[in-house]
């Protein structure tokens, strides 16, 4: 079976910045799963892994643009200590929740302001992958009308319904 849309596809995966730091990944624990061609990840790495076959590994560069985009200045906003709950407990490098309800971090904190960035974490980064397909099934069409795949039933911890 190769991926084509609607396989519900699972993957073990490594991601890295320019410099080979690792930034996320699943290698060596339970693999992701996806529905392929209903948008559930970046569409650089879908269209790479479209055509392949279970068991095959795949690096994988993604620009930007097909990944969260470039870093929009739009996004780089400042904030008056007037509009802060509480300023003081406010500290660079943190992330806050700005009045409609976006998350950003806290780039620099001046004596009136501060400056945020809403940006994606990785936008205007370019991305390198390492990509296992670990399996590849055909999707339910419950699946294919909710654009994801079924949660996986992880086994129960105690009575049934209470984890």
């Not at 097909?66 to 780089?76: F, R, W």
């Amino acid at each position: 079976m190769i991926i084509t849309n609607n396989k519900v596809v699972s993957i073990n995966y490594m991601l890295k910045d320019e410099l080979g730091n690792v930034l996320q990944g699943n290698d060596g624990f339970t693999p992701e799963e996806y529905l392929h061609g209903a948008d559930n990840i970046l569409p650089g790495l879908e269209r790479a892994l479209e055509g392949l076959k279970q068991d095959q590994v795949i690096d994988v560069v993604i620009d930007p643009e097909e990944a969260y985009g470039p870093k929009e200045v739009s996004l780089i906003i400042e904030v008056s200590n007037d509009d802060l709950e509480d300023y003081t407990a406010i500290n660079e490098g943190e992330y806050i929740q700005l009045f409609d309800g976006t998350e950003a971090i806290v780039v620099e904190k001046k004596e009136d302001h501060i400056i945020v960035d809403a940006n994606h974490p990785l936008a205007g980064q370019t991305l390198y992958y390492t990509v296992k397909i670990s399996g590849i099934r055909d999707a339910t069409e419950e699946e294919i009308m909710n654009g994801e795949p079924s949660p996986k039933m992880q086994g129960s911890c105690g009575p049934e319904g209470c984890c």
